[in-house]
């Protein structure tokens, strides 16, 4: 009996077929017509979209349209997070929109209401305002983040935890003023997960339970969050961070570790206030500079100090 929760082109066979192997067959189709996005080159990663779609009751055309790929993780686009949030019911207005700020009341069905606000001073302390397209299109990526951001954490079961494009791939994804781009090969090119970050760094959202033993079996305490994430308040990182900025600051961590440092002698050594700021100035190579001013450090200093 068809899912009476989808839509109903969800259940035409020339649409969706209902096996995994008509999936692939239509997939190929698709993807050799060349009227895909250019980042869907096989029929499996077309499959994966539909798939994703699927889950969310969204058809495959639309999915292509609004669901993207980054770092092998589906991401969805802001415009289709508000529209689930509408189909489920619910609604949002915004409230306002600038250059500098970002504001949406979002309502649930039920009456509850919640406001978000992301504004460019967010985005600086985030260290997202040095790419060309937040240059380019403040006001669009302020409401990119502030549905994103609001969406997950007032209705969480609407866009089932994800997030958009450029939260996971920052400049690796450009957008045009109406849509993202994916460049091809350098969103995908990340390292596998090593064992103990997978426990935490696969999970959605981020498992900070996972996370909180990882650190007590380094003997590092919850109190020194802080200095780790840049607030005593998990919930607040994850606003405008992701699992993958987590899996950075736990290579830090591990690296200094190894080397007797703590996360309070690793910040001091690196010059910032938190681990969290380090990794927010540059992602990419966060984990090869620090080594590389840790190593410098330690090289002059006649003794290792005691970890912090």
């Known amino acids: 009996m068809p899912d009476k929760n989808l839509p ?3 259940h035409d066979q020339a649409l969706m077929p209902k096996t995994f192997d ?3 067959k239509q997939a190929d189709v698709l993807v050799r017509s060349g009227l895909l996005p250019a980042e869907i080159k096989t029929a499996a990663a077309a499959v994966a979209i539909m798939m ?8 495959p055309m639309q999915a292509f349209r609004s669901i993207y790929v980054v770092k092998g993780k589906p991401t969805l686009s802001a415009q289709l997070m508000g529209a689930l949030i509408f189909r489920a019911g619910h609604s949002y207005k915004v409230v306002d929109s600038t250059n500098e700020s970002c504001t949406i009341e979002y309502r649930r069905k039920t009456g509850e209401t919640y406001q978000h606000t992301f504004t460019i001073q967010d985005a600086e302390r985030a260290g997202l305002r040095g790419g060309m397209t937040w240059k380019q299109y403040p006001k ?3 409401f990119s983040r502030c549905m994103s951001a609001g969406a ?3 209705m969480p079961d609407v866009i089932a935890g994800m997030y958009t ?3 996971i791939a920052g400049e690796a994804v ?8 994916v460049i091809d090969g350098k969103a995908r090119d990340t390292e596998p997960p090593e064992v103990v970050e997978a426990e935490y ?14 650190l007590a079996d380094m003997e590092i305490a919850t109190a020194s969050y802080n200095v780790i994430l840049g607030t005593d308040n998990p919930a607040e990182y994850e606003e405008d961070h992701t699992r993958d900025d987590l899996a950075v600051i736990y290579k830090l961590i591990k690296y200094g570790m190894s080397m007797d440092l703590g996360p309070s002698k690793l910040c001091k050594i690196l010059g910032v206030d938190s681990l969290a700021a380090w990794v927010d100035d540059d992602p990419d190579n966060a984990v090869a500079i620090a080594k590389q001013t840790i190593d410098k450090a330690m090289a002059g200093e006649p003794a290792q100090e005691e970890m912090l």
Do not use: V, Y
């Not at 957008?175 to 993202?180: A, H, L, S, V």
């Not at 760094?201 to 909180?212: L, N, Q, R, S, Y």
């Open 8 to 10: 109903a082109t969800i």
């Open 22 to 24: 008509g999936m692939m």
């Open 52 to 59: 994703t779609g699927r889950e969310l009751s969204i058809p």
């Open 140 to 142: 669009a990526m302020l």
């Open 152 to 154: 997950r954490a007032f």
């Open 165 to 167: 494009p450029e939260e």
């Open 174 to 181: 450009q957008f045009d003023g109406e849509e993202f781009t």
């Open 201 to 214: 760094h696969e999970t959605k959202p981020i498992d900070w339970g996972a996370f909180t033993k990882a």
